[in-house]
T-cell receptor, first 115, second 112 residues
Framework: DQQVKQNSPSLSVQEGRISILNCDYT??????FLWYKKYPAEGPTFLIS?????DKNEDGRFTVFLNKSAKHLSLHIVPSQPGDSAVYFC??????????????FGKGTKLSVIP | DVKVTQSSRYLVKRTGEKVFLECVQD?????MFWYRQDPGLGLRLIYF???????EKGDIPEGYSVSREKKERFSLILESASTNQTSMYLC???????????FGDGTRLSIL
């Protein structure tokens, strides 16, 4: 049972336009959401996060929106740049019994920004 | 900056061998994690540790074990390597609370 879903395996966007990456989740116990970016042959890099008490968090060109009633979050990148081309992973966490905040990841969306 | 270092970028082993993957972090983080990443499957958690000598199974622990004798080091052990364990292995660490996990660059392991 996939608790975090990224239904678009890939997305292509023109440079300068907005990129919107979507993520759905099923576990209502998730209380913290993160986006990671991953280049080939590198580990994932943390991009931005949002807690369940907020509905929006912004950091420069990156904004994450959370719709708890729909169990949906999205990452907006404006304006998109060729260097943003990477695989983006959505992740969610709930406080486990060990308090370790382990993450559940989606399968990723490959973003290609076309110059 | 947090530094998570995995001992090997690429590793080739034979079926049946015992394989050790090492991970070291320099930020005194309590929590450390081992994942594998496979095409179309995303990142799947193998094991994690929230303290020295403590370990918890993740989603796919079968065929793996871990060791955490020191806070900064977390080892993943493939007891008897099999071809279906060919994968990219990623180590991560994090502080307590709502903090992100920080990843190493991964070890591309091939089992022949």
């Amino acid at each position: 049972d996939q608790q975090v879903k990224q239904n678009s395996p890939s997305l292509s966007v023109q440079e300068g336009r907005i990129s919107i990456l979507n993520c759905d989740y099923t576990n209502s116990m998730f209380d913290y959401f993160l986006w990671y970016k991953k280049y080939p042959a590198e580990g994932p890099t943390f991009l931005i996060s949002i807690s369940s008490i907020k509905d929006k968090n912004e950091d420069g060109r990156f904004t994450v929106f959370l719709n708890k009633s729909a169990k949906h979050l999205s990452l907006h990148i404006v304006p998109s740049q060729p260097g943003d081309s990477a695989v983006y992973f959505c992740a969610a966490s709930a406080n486990s019994g060990a308090g370790s905040y382990q993450l559940t990841f989606g399968k990723g969306t490959k973003l290609s920004v076309i110059p | 900056d947090v530094k998570v270092t995995q001992s090997s970028r690429y590793l080739v082993k034979r079926t049946g061998e015992k394989v050790f993957l090492e991970c070291v972090q320099d930020m005194d983080h309590e929590n450390m994690f081992w994942y594998r990443q496979d095409p179309g499957l995303g990142l799947r958690l193998i094991y994690f540790s929230y303290d020295v000598k403590m370990k918890e199974k993740g989603d796919i622990p079968e065929g793996y074990s871990v060791s955490r004798e020191k806070k900064e080091r977390f080892s993943l052990i493939l007891e008897s390597a099999s071809t279906n364990q060919t994968s990219m292995y990623l180590c991560a660490s994090k502080a307590g609370g709502w903090q992100p996990q920080h990843f190493g660059d991964g070890t591309r392991l091939s089992i022949l």
